[in-house]
């Protein structure tokens, strides 16, 4: 079964919210082909994103939810209608922002009850995290009761450790390596560091041999390009830790049966072009599913 274990909510309400977000702060993005991301285009209803995974042979996509978008609508809007299909992971926020400035002492126990509440109530199986974007370090002690409920009960995080287009965000916040010292402190539980930790691919790469709870996908591939991701694969199978990189998307990586058919056949052409052995049957079967079921803890 294929997963694609990082992709975000495009409905209507969803789209609009994020939309106003993105044309606000967001620099310009651009797809593989040249052409320019309409912020306020993508938009898509849950069951025209089912139509698009049937057509690219997905069978779940994790609902990443983000920043302000309630919870409760993650849920009603995806979860409930169809839990064969889409996993849920919450938007947490673990500090209270004025603005982007964080308030002295401003621990958000209303956002940590939530998530508690949707992760025993409604079916979330996982938490988000943006260190970067909320302008907090993953080191933050106001973040650990978000580790330790993630510990409690027994779920998985995914927390943005990577570069972004958006302007206010600071990059200090973003690098992998911030994260290294919750690996060592949390190692029961599983954490997704996306995008490859692009473009720090190989710190991220070298923490991953030291933790064995440490997970990445590919989702920045829309942005990066083929022939840098296959590198990346090519040096996470030489550091041994393939077998815990996970097949994403984010909104960039469309149509996704083409990036689909890269991972199945692309990676293939660029290993041979660079003289490197070629991935096994085995190998690309773990990218684009296995390995998503042992960090969602998916029975296979």
């Known amino acids: 079964m294929i997963i694609n274990v990082h992709d975000h909510p495009y409905d ?3 789209g609009q919210i994020l939309f106003q977000f993105f044309a606000k702060f967001a620099t310009e993005r651009h797809l593989l082909d040249g052409t320019v991301v309409d912020r306020g285009g993508f938009v ?18 994790v609902i990443l939810n983000t920043g302000p978008i309630p919870n409760e609508h993650i849920y009603e809007a995806y979860l409930k209608p169809y839990p064969d299909r889409f996993i849920g992971f919450t938007s947490s926020r673990p500090v209270l922002l004025e603005g982007n400035v964080i308030e002295v002492n401003a621990f958000n126990q209303k956002n940590w009850e939530n998530t508690r509440y949707c992760l025993k109530e409604l079916g979330f199986t996982g938490i988000k995290l943006l260190p970067s974007y909320e ?10 009761p978000y580790y330790a409920l993630a510990a409690e009960l027994n779920v998985p995080i995914t927390m943005h450790m990577a570069g972004t287009p958006v302007r206010f965000v600071s990059l200090c916040y973003a690098k992998p390596l911030d994260a290294d ?5 949390f190692p029961t539980v599983r954490f997704n560091l996306p995008h490859m930790g692009w473009p720090w691919e190989d710190e991220l790469l070298v923490m991953m041999i030291r933790a064995s709870n440490l997970y990445t996908d590919i989702s920045q591939l829309g942005e990066t390009g083929l022939k840098r991701m296959a ?10 830790v393939l077998s815990r990189v996970m097949f994403g998307t984010d909104p960039l990586c469309r149509p996704i049966k083409m990036y689909i058919d890269f991972i199945k056949n692309g990676i293939n052409i660029v290993a041979a072009e660079q003289g490197e ?3 096994t049957n085995d190998e690309i079967d773990g990218i684009l599913g296995k390995n998503a079921m042992r960090f969602l803890g998916i029975a296979s």
């Open 181 to 185: 010292r919750v690996l060592f402190d």
């Open 44 to 61: 898509q209803s849950p069951e025209q994103s089912i139509k698009e995974m049937d057509e690219a042979g997905v069978g779940k996509t």
């Open 277 to 279: 052995r070629l991935f």
């Open 12 to 14: 209507q309400k969803s």
């Open 135 to 144: 302008n907090y370090s993953a080191v933050d002690p106001r973040v650990y």
């Open 231 to 240: 590198k990346a694969l090519i040096t996470a199978r030489d550091y041994g």
